[in-house]
């Protein structure tokens, strides 16, 4: 069985830290391009970072993250991370990965896409 699973979220202090790590089950997450995505209380899930197939390209869709946060994979463990810095209350969501393919201003996935769970991220004083 084939799944993605999310893990690291939790409640953070802004201008504090967090990990997320994004694991592969039963596929290679090397072999897909894998992004971050996020979904906000009332709003629209978005696009929030990307690294290709070959680790080549890490791609930085959503503005506000820029600086901020950092895409990194881990073949070894089979895991791509999102690490999150400089967290802001706006950044609260849930956030997930999916494969898909990475764009410079977007992650375009499709049906056969696989995605996680998802994992809470709450950044509140």
């Known amino acids: 069985q084939v799944q993605l699973v999310e893990s690291g979220g939790g409640l953070v202090q802004p201008g504090g830290s967090l990990r997320l790590s994004c694991a592969g089950y039963?596929?290679?997450?090397?072999?897909?391009?894998i992004g971050w995505f996020r979904q906000a209380p009332g709003k629209e899930r978005e696009g929030v970072s990307c690294v290709s197939v070959s680790d080549r390209t890490r791609y930085y869709v959503e503005e506000d993250v820029k600086g901020r946060f950092a895409i990194s994979r881990d073949n070894a463990k089979n895991t791509v991370y999102l690490h999150m810095n400089a967290l802001k209350p706006e950044d609260t969501a849930v956030y997930y990965c999916?494969?898909?393919?990475?764009?410079?201003?977007?992650?375009?996935?499709?049906?056969?896409?696989?995605w996680g769970q998802g994992t809470q991220v709450t950044v509140a004083s």
């Open positions: 039963g596929l290679s997450l090397d072999a897909y391009a």
């Open positions: 999916a494969t898909g393919a990475c764009l410079v201003h977007n992650i375009v996935t499709s049906d056969n896409d696989y």
